[in-house]
């Protein structure tokens, strides 16, 4: 069992940068990010493997968000997102697992993630 616990949400304005932290229990295969925004179905953000670190991003966020996992035990994975936007709002989600999908669509899917957090609320706004 690998338990997961997000930090670094917050409010800020259109345009602006926050970096979200996940620190995991173990080191799992693959660490990532998903979100829920209000009234919407949760959505595959971001996500990265073990070194050397593959990484996997949702179109709505590729060239504004960028996922690390640092420290030699690779149990922090990072968030960094830039150039955000009001759409950007939502409850973010950690999220890992063991397990290896030589396809990106079963990757990404929410489905196949066996460890959650409990979400920090990010909020883009004037």
């Known amino acids: 069992q690998v338990q997961v616990v997000e930090s670094g949400g917050g409010l800020v304005q259109p345009g602006g940068s926050l970096r979200l932290s996940c620190k995991a229990s173990a080191s799992p295969f693959i660490m990532g990010w998903f979100r829920r925004a209000p009234g919407k179905e949760r959505e595959f953000v971001a996500a990265?493997?073990?070194?050397?670190?593959?990484?996997?991003y949702a179109d709505s966020v590729k060239g504004r968000f960028t996922i690390s996992r640092n420290n030699e035990l690779e149990t922090t994975a990072y968030l960094q997102m830039n150039s955000l936007k009001p759409e950007d709002t939502a409850v973010y989600f950690c999220?890992?697992?063991?397990?290896?999908?030589?396809?990106?669509?079963?990757?990404?899917?929410?489905?196949?993630?066996?460890?959650w957090g409990q979400g920090t609320q990010v909020t883009i706004s004037p």
């Open positions: 999220a890992a697992h063991n397990t290896y999908y030589p396809s990106e669509y079963s990757t990404t899917r929410a489905e196949n993630w066996d460890y």
């Open positions: 990265v493997n073990r070194s050397p670190g593959r990484t996997y």
